[in-house]
């Protein structure tokens, strides 16, 4: 089946503590997209990135860092300097940047 | 992008069709409306999306007004699985169009 992973589903971590979520997908989509969602809130841009190699922070990229090594995985970094980790973080892929973008299951962190 | 208005909830008999809603008076004319949902802590799930014409897939019709200031995007005959928050976005495809805007949305609650 084709499509995009995100692992964990849920993930704690101690204040203070890096944290690297995964998202990998199969599509061959060249486009790749993390959002963050708080409570009763709409998805908010982290980063994103348009092709291999590169990468563009999107609305609220302080505290987080992303890589994209290799077209089928971007994964994200939330660092110790991001004040407000605990939030639910979903990533996304298209084709190509301007086209439909699908989104994966979603990692919950929790910071304790 | 344009913002969307939509319902904060609407009710549905099970079996009947969900007719939702949108608002989008600003939308320009290269603007794609594109429509989501998103199941209580799952990923936004990708239903369909238009510029001018009606659409139609095996998930949901579009139909867009001749003045493309609004939308209604209709579930055929609703199921309980359908419950869910439906988004509205408008959405370039030119530079800077990367990000999803999602507002508040409608929750759809289907009732047996």
């Known amino acids: 089946d084709g499509g995009i992973t995100q692992s964990p589903k849920y993930l704690f971590r101690k204040e203070g503590q890096n944290v690297t979520l995964s998202c990998e997908q199969n599509l061959n989509h060249d486009a790749m997209y993390w959002y963050r969602q708080d409570p009763g809130q709409g998805l908010r841009l982290i980063y994103y990135?348009?092709?291999?190699?590169?990468?563009q922070k999107g609305d609220i990229a302080e505290g987080y860092s992303v890589s994209r090594e290799k077209k089928e995985s971007f994964p994200l970094t939330v660092t110790s300097a991001q004040k407000n980790p605990t939030a639910f973080y979903l990533c996304a892929s298209s084709s190509r940047p301007a086209d439909t973008q699908y989104f994966g299951p979603g990692t919950r962190l929790t910071v304790l | 992008d344009a913002k969307t208005t939509q319902p904060t909830s609407m009710d549905c008999a099970e079996g009947r069709a969900a007719n939702l809603p949108c608002n989008h008076s600003?939308?320009?004319?290269?603007?794609?409306v594109y429509w989501y949902r998103q199941i209580h802590s799952q990923g936004p799930q990708y239903i369909i999306h238009g510029l001018k014409n009606n659409e139609t897939n095996e998930m949901a019709s579009l139909i867009i007004t001749e003045d493309r200031k609004s939308s209604t995007l209709i579930l055929p005959h609703a199921t309980l699985r359908d419950t869910a928050v439906y988004y509205c976005i408008v959405r370039g495809t030119q530079g800077g169009s990367e990000k999803l805007v999602f507002g508040k949305g409608t929750k759809l609650t289907v009732n047996p």
């Open positions: 990135s348009q092709i291999v190699n590169d990468f």
């Open positions: 600003t939308i320009s004319g290269n603007e794609y």
